[in-house]
């Protein structure tokens, strides 16, 4: 009998967008000012981000917050995927306001 494995969801460029701001900003409250986003949307980007990779992201404080070897790992390895993705989005949006 083959052995199943559980296929986990994909997760969601935005998502590691938000990851990606809040360790460059240090701050959840900077981040979702840089992304225009409100501060308890960019908290419930990072916990869905980790509830569909498994692991912890951020170490969370009052004072600060500080990205895992994790979240630090993620980063690195969806640098280019996350740069692409905004590529692609940019050219798409240029398509959509030259004329046909």
């Known amino acids: 009998m083959a052995s199943r494995r559980r296929m986990r ?10 990851l990606r701001e809040v ?5 959840l409250t900077r ?3 840089a992304m225009r986003l409100s501060k308890s949307t960019i908290s419930k980007y990072i916990t869905e981000l980790e509830t569909q990779v498994g692991v912890q992201l951020l170490h969370r404080s009052t004072r600060v917050v500080l ?4 979240g630090r790992h993620l980063l690195e390895r969806s640098t280019a995927l996350v740069d692409l993705a905004n590529r692609i989005q940019s050219e798409l ?3 959509a ?3 046909a």
């Open 23 to 27: 360790a460059h900003h240090g701050n």
């Open 67 to 70: 990205v895992t070897d994790a």
């Open 31 to 33: 981040a979702a000012r």
């Open 93 to 95: 949006d240029a398509h």
């Open 9 to 18: 969801a994909m997760f969601s460029i935005e998502l590691v967008e938000a």
């Open 97 to 99: 306001r030259s004329p």
